[in-house]
């Protein structure tokens, strides 16, 4: 049975980082989300933007910024026929993997969660590939396997996609300090024929306090258009 986004969002006042990917009910649409959240100055201090079809992270005020390494990055490339959706620079890696006829797999093994001690925030990725106007669709997740951070462990998940189904996975369990990493497998959801409807969805279900900016991308598989909706708390166009 699916699980109703909105329901699984507004009972976590901290998922942090997010990822869905699935297919709409009518069967016509792969969709893609990502949205992102922050409890400090600096990881608030961003905006989503979109240039021909990928997604990029900017400081909303450059003034701000303390420490971009881990709060600047494309969080949405396009490969060909792949789609990639990350919450960091594993975006590139695995982009240049596929350049080179190597898998998503094969980049994310040389990946690991992220620096940051004591969280050691998980590095969760996905992957749409498109053949013959459908598509399958991969999500991964790189963790410390410790509290020290000592080994990582890596999940993979591969799925057929289901009409009205989707899997969401994020970084965190539920807020915390340290911030306990994700458990278990991608959860189930459901997923809406509408795009507005659906991002506005989750967006509202989003704690207010945290969100930051959501993407949210619907690829037509009979023509291979796309239709794309993002929303950022901090306005783009004030950029400082």
Request: glycine share 4%; hydrophobic share 30%.
């Given at each position: 049975m699916n699980n109703k986004i909105d329901k699984l969002l507004s009972e976590n006042p901290y998922p942090g980082r997010g990822i869905i990917l699935g297919k709409t009910p009518d069967g016509g649409y792969a969709v893609s989300a990502?949205?992102?959240?922050?409890?400090?100055?600096?990881?608030?201090?961003?905006?989503?933007?979109?240039?021909?079809?990928?997604?990029?992270?900017?400081?909303?005020?450059?003034?701000?910024?303390?420490?971009?390494?881990?709060?600047i990055y494309?969080?949405?490339?396009?490969?060909?026929?792949?789609?990639?959706?990350?919450?960091?620079?594993?975006?590139d890696t695995?982009?240049?993997?596929?350049?080179e006829g190597k898998t998503f797999e094969e980049a994310s093994n040389?990946?690991?969660?992220?620096?940051?001690?004591?969280?050691?925030t998980p590095r969760i990725s996905g992957i749409i590939d498109f053949s013959n106007d459908d598509f399958t669709y991969k999500l991964s997740i790189l963790k410390s396997g410790d509290e020290k951070g000592t080994v990582c462990n890596r999940f993979y998940?591969?799925?057929?996609?289901?009409?009205?189904?989707?899997?969401?996975?994020?970084?965190?369990?539920?807020d915390?300090?340290?911030?306990?990493?994700f458990t278990g497998e991608p959860k189930r959801v459901e997923i809406s024929?509408?795009?507005?409807?659906?991002?506005?969805?989750?967006?509202?279900?989003?704690?207010?306090?945290?969100?930051?900016?959501?993407?949210?991308?619907?690829?037509?598989?009979?023509?291979?258009?796309?239709?794309?909706?993002?929303?950022n708390k901090n306005s783009p166009e004030g950029l400082k």
């Open positions: 990502y949205f992102i959240m922050g409890r400090s100055e600096n990881s608030r201090n961003r905006v989503f933007t979109e240039k021909n079809g990928e997604v990029a992270i900017y400081p909303y005020d450059q003034t701000k910024v303390k420490d971009p390494s881990l709060i494309s969080p949405v490339r396009q490969y060909k026929n792949s789609l990639i959706v990350t919450n960091g620079d594993q975006t695995i982009y240049n993997f596929l350049t040389t990946r690991t969660f992220e620096p940051d001690s004591p969280n050691f998940f591969n799925y057929t996609p289901q009409p009205g189904t989707g899997h969401l996975i994020h970084t965190y369990n539920c915390g300090s340290p911030l306990p990493s024929n509408d795009i507005e409807k659906f991002a506005y969805l989750i967006w509202n279900s989003l704690n207010s306090e945290n969100k930051i900016s959501l993407f949210v991308r619907y690829d037509n598989l009979s023509d291979h258009t796309y239709k794309s909706l993002i929303i």
